[in-house]
């Protein structure tokens, strides 16, 4: 089972900043099957980003996705006041099973 | 307007048996393999199974393999999840998803399921 491992655990930053969130993946994830995703207190996740840096419908520019291999990373240039919430990303690889890393919580400072 | 809504969670006795389903509209829910994602209270995302769009395929997670079954009707656009044998550990809230290019881009608001005596 390949394991996500996200960073920081916790990202304390101010409406404005930029963000950047980690995600370390233990063997090699194909590009195509990483995604990011919001969630904010009691609400369903959301979809951010597919294929490690495509935007999903409707979801601002100032997100964005990098990486490949075992690195990956969801950028906000500009925090909006919006934006505090936890994060996970996700693989869907050629293992039969699907992972989410352990999430970051996005505070506001 | 694509929508997934998650019904049948509540309060079972540790061994005990709950069938969840998923209304699914606004698309064509034949076209979509289909997930369900648990989320235990305070914690993260958990991936629990996944089904092909005609049965023909479904996948469990280790820790709930052979207690869990997951079926759909597409003939009614429903999804569901049969549970049985429920432990402590099964306790959070069940999401339906939509499985599109490896990810999952529409979420139900999720069904709570609590198990305890």
């Known amino acids: 089972e390949i394991v996500l491992t996200q960073s920081p655990g916790t990202l304390s930053l101010s409406p404005g900043e930029r963000a950047t969130l980690s995600c370390r993946a233990s063997?090699?994830?194909?590009?195509?099957?990483l995604a990011w995703y919001q969630q904010k207190p009691g609400q369903a996740p959301r979809l951010l980003i597919y294929?490690?840096?495509s935007r999903a419908t409707g979801i601002p520019d100032r997100f964005s996705g990098s990486g490949s291999g075992t690195d990956f990373t969801l950028s906000i240039s500009r925090l909006e006041p919006e934006d505090f919430a936890v994060y996970y990303c996700?693989?869907?690889?050629?293992?039969?099973?699907?992972?989410f890393g352990q999430g970051t919580r996005l505070d506001i400072k | 307007e694509v929508q997934v809504v998650e019904s049948g969670g509540g309060l079972v006795q540790p061994g005990g048996s709950l069938r969840l389903s998923c209304a699914a509209s606004?698309?064509?829910?034949?076209?979509?393999?289909m997930h369900w994602v648990r989320q235990a209270p305070g914690k993260g995302l958990v991936w629990v199974s996944r089904?092909?769009?005609?049965?023909?395929?479904?996948t469990y997670a280790d820790s709930v393999k052979g207690r869990f079954t997951i079926s759909r009707d597409n003939a009614k656009n429903t999804l569901y999840l049969q549970m049985n044998s429920l432990r402590a550990e099964d306790t959070a809230v069940y999401y339906c998803?939509?499985?599109?290019?490896?990810?999952?881009?529409?979420w139900g608001q999720g069904t709570l399921v609590t198990v305890s005596s």
């Open positions: 294929g490690a840096s």
């Open positions: 996700q693989q869907y690889g050629t293992s039969p099973q699907v992972t």
């Open positions: 606004g698309f064509t829910f034949s076209d979509f393999w």
């Open positions: 089904i092909a769009i005609d049965e023909s395929s479904t």
């Open positions: 063997q090699s994830v194909s590009s195509t099957y």
């Open positions: 998803a939509r499985g599109a290019d490896g990810c999952f881009d529409s």
